[in-house]
Every structure is written in structure tokens, then in C-alpha cells.
């Protein structure tokens, strides 16, 4: 236990974290307003719940995150993750199913206009293919034990919100 508090607070040191990032994981959401019947703007407006992110990792991120957890080095990460980008896309132009262990698989699906006689059918007719992704065991696990919290929107501030002058100096 004392241990994985090092290793956290490790962690926190170089990425800037807090520790509350690590103790409180839950997906923000806002609320819409949106039309209960998609495609009918006169149609019954419902809330909808929509997920709301609280940001981008990027590859450099991302890679001083699994250095801290290894023994390599984030430049080693990168290298590794750029190769595996060059590879991934070889192999699903293969028509390949690509399986990545116990993170998932990558594979590609197409789709197309339907045809009464299979004789008319041509391959103009298939649609832009699709690079699907299908997680492994931990992550659907974290689709199932998933936390949530709203995020309440600030509210719009006025220009002058104390209702005296402006209290900017002014610059002739």
C-alpha cells in the first residue's frame, strides 16, 4: 500500500497531477436540450444527457505516462507507438483482424447500397470502409463500472458585472 502511494505520488510529480485527479475518475456529462424526434424540430424538447470531456492526452502525454509506469523511457514509448500505428495500418489493408492482447482488436467493415441482382452489384456501391475497435476484457469492465457526475455550465458573466464603471484605466 505504501508502495502504490509512492508510485502515485511519483506519478502526480511528473505530470502535474493532483491527487484528486487520481481519486475522483468519473465521466462528466451536461445536459441538451434536443428534440425528442431526431429530424423534427416541432417534435417534444427533452434533456439528454451528452459526455463531456475535460480535455485531450496527446502522444507526448500519453507517452511520459507509460515511462512512469516502466522502465523505458518516453522516447522508447513513442517509437514503440509510432511503429505500431505504421503496423496496424499494413495489416488492416491486409484485411487483417489485428489483436493487441488484452487491450482489443482493430478491424475494418464496409457497408453498401443493396442490389436485387447480385450481377449489378459493383464496387462503386460500397461505402467508405470503417476502422472498428473492440476493447478487451478491462476496459468493456470499465464501461460496466463506469461513475458519473454533471457539469454544471458557469453561468454567461455580464460585461460589467458590478454595475459601476469600469474600473480599466483609461489609455488616451
Known amino acids: 500500500m505504501l508502495f502504490a502511494l509512492f508510485q502515485l505520488s511519483y506519478?502526480?510529480?511528473v505530470l502535474n497531477y493532483s491527487f484528486k485527479t487520481f481519486l475522483i475518475?468519473?465521466?462528466g456529462y451536461k445536459l441538451v436540450l434536443r428534440p425528442s424526434e431526431p429530424g423534427n424540430k416541432e417534435s417534444k424538447k427533452l434533456y439528454y444527457a451528452v459526455s463531456k470531456s475535460t480535455g485531450y492526452t496527446d502522444l507526448r502525454r500519453l507517452c511520459k505516462l507509460i515511462a512512469a509506469r516502466s522502465t523505458v523511457s518516453s522516447a522508447d514509448v513513442k517509437a514503440v507507438l509510432d511503429?505500431?500505428?505504421y503496423i496496424l495500418d499494413l495489416e488492416l489493408q491486409d484485411g487483417r483482424i489485428v489483436q493487441l492482447g488484452e487491450f482489443?482488436?482493430?478491424h475494418i467493415t464496409v457497408g453498401s447500397e443493396g442490389v436485387e441482382d447480385a450481377k449489378k452489384?459493383?464496387?462503386s456501391m460500397i461505402r467508405a470502409p470503417r476502422i472498428?475497435?473492440?476493447p478487451g476484457f478491462d476496459l468493456r469492465e470499465t464501461k460496466k463500472t463506469m461513475e458519473y457526475s454533471q457539469i454544471v455550465p458557469e453561468k454567461e458573466k455580464t460585461?460589467?458585472?458590478g454595475g459601476g464603471e469600469d474600473d480599466r484605466p483609461v489609455i488616451e
Open 121 to 123: 452489384f459493383n464496387a
Open 83 to 85: 511503429n505500431l500505428n
Open 132 to 134: 472498428v475497435f473492440n
Open 159 to 161: 460585461e460589467n458585472p
Open 104 to 106: 482489443g482488436n482493430f
Open 25 to 27: 475518475m468519473a465521466q
Open 11 to 13: 506519478l502526480c510529480g
